[in-house]
């Protein structure tokens, strides 16, 4: 029987922060945007931050396949040679590379601030992907980075949905992720269809489960390079 992903996310407290595996980027694309759907309200908003790819178009797509705000929607370029036509006033901030955190910390704060300002009951924060900066600097730095935007969501009330693609990201730094987040999905692909194994959420199977709807995810995943 395939399982929705609201039902995934309903239990309570909802996470601080979930850290997201699959053995590729296409075995997971849409599930991070669907995420962020199960566990966003009407009045709730949401940061993207981007280390593989145009934050704005992240923001964008993430607005499309979900019921979210655009006025409540914020972009974090992390990449190398992004768009220089960020600013605040368009939610959109440019940082000089994925791993300047200092920068993208202070952008994701003041972005979550503004989300509040325009009304954001609550806020979550969403990372294109986490194998990015570990790829360049070691995973206890990226662990300490990925936590200190976890308490920022979390502050706000909201959770933070942070991927990695295992065949980029080797089993330490993986084992390294787990201890940020206190919930962890695993999701692969299995005749078209996703299949998820949870570890950590209220009430949920700790057995793969097939996941409703996912046959169109492919539309909606965050554009990467």
């Not at 996470?15 to 009407?42: C, H, I, K, N, Q």
């Not at 089993?171 to 206190?182: F, P, Q, S, T, W």
Request: hydrophobic share 40%; aromatic share 4%; glycine share 10%.
């Amino acid at each position: 029987m395939a399982h929705e992903l609201d039902d995934l996310f309903a239990g309570e407290p909802a996470p601080d922060a979930v850290l997201v595996t699959a053995p590729s980027r296409s075995d997971l694309r849409g599930f991070p945007e669907r995420t962020v759907s199960a566990l966003a309200g009407a009045d709730d908003g949401c940061v993207v931050l981007t280390t593989d790819g145009p934050a704005t178009d992240a923001a964008s797509g993430l607005v499309r396949s979900t019921a979210m705000d655009a006025e409540r929607v914020g972009a974090v370029d992390c990449t190398r040679g992004g768009a220089s036509n960020a600013s605040p006033e368009r939610l959109a901030w440019r940082v000089s590379g994925p791993t300047n955190f200092s920068r993208a910390g202070t952008a994701v704060d003041e972005c979550l601030d503004l989300l509040a300002d325009r009304g954001a009951v609550r806020s979550h924060l969403l990372f294109d992907t986490l194998s990015t900066p570990l790829l360049l600097v070691d995973s206890d730095a990226v662990a300490r980075f990925a936590h200190y935007l976890a308490g920022l969501a979390a502050e706000r009330g909201g959770t933070s949905v942070l991927p990695a693609f295992t065949n980029r990201t080797n089993g330490r730094d993986l084992e390294r992720l787990k201890h940020v987040a206190d919930a962890h999905v695993r999701v692969r692909r299995r005749d078209g269809r996703q299949e998820v194994r949870c570890v950590g959420l209220p009430g949920v199977p700790r057995e793969w489960v097939a996941l409703a709807g996912s046959e169109a995810s492919e539309a909606f995943g965050i554009s990467v390079r």
